[in-house]
């Protein structure tokens, strides 16, 4: 039995609140372990991981893109399009602040790789 479209995106959004979640733990642990710059920067990378995730899930489990294979096939694709376009202008934005490089990395790094880790949480 497939799931309904309602909670394929419930799921994702899950998803989307997992991974800021991780990436506040990431904020914390720098921010208990080094400075304020290191734990801002932490929060930015993993934060980048989540807004692109959120963008791609809105995009491509829309109620008009889950109304037929082509269509939902076509949102997927255009919602990875603008989720890569989006994370490399978020990327431009935040390298020219001030930033600990490591840490906005191992943010965004945690919070990627939580995707994969989500269906150990979650059940669809």
């Known amino acids: 039995m497939q799931p309904e479209p ?3 995106r419930l799921a994702a959004y899950k998803l989307v609140l997992f991974q800021c979640v991780v990436a506040a733990l990431a904020a914390v642990y720098f921010a208990l372990t080094s400075d304020a710059l290191a734990a801002l920067s932490a929060i930015k990378g993993g934060i980048i ?4 995730n959120l963008v791609f899930a809105l995009i491509a489990f829309s109620k ?3 109304s037929n294979a082509q269509q939902a096939k076509m949102a997927l694709v255009k919602g990875h399009l603008f989720k890569l376009i989006l994370t490399i202008v978020l990327f431009v934005i935040v390298l020219k602040q001030e930033v ?5 990395i191992i943010g965004f790094s945690l919070a990627t790789m939580a995707q994969w880790a989500a269906a150990v949480f979650f059940k669809h």
């Open 100 to 104: 600990a490089a490591s840490a906005f």
């Open 6 to 8: 309602q909670q394929i």
């Open 64 to 66: 008009f893109a889950l």
């Open 49 to 52: 991981a989540a807004v692109t």
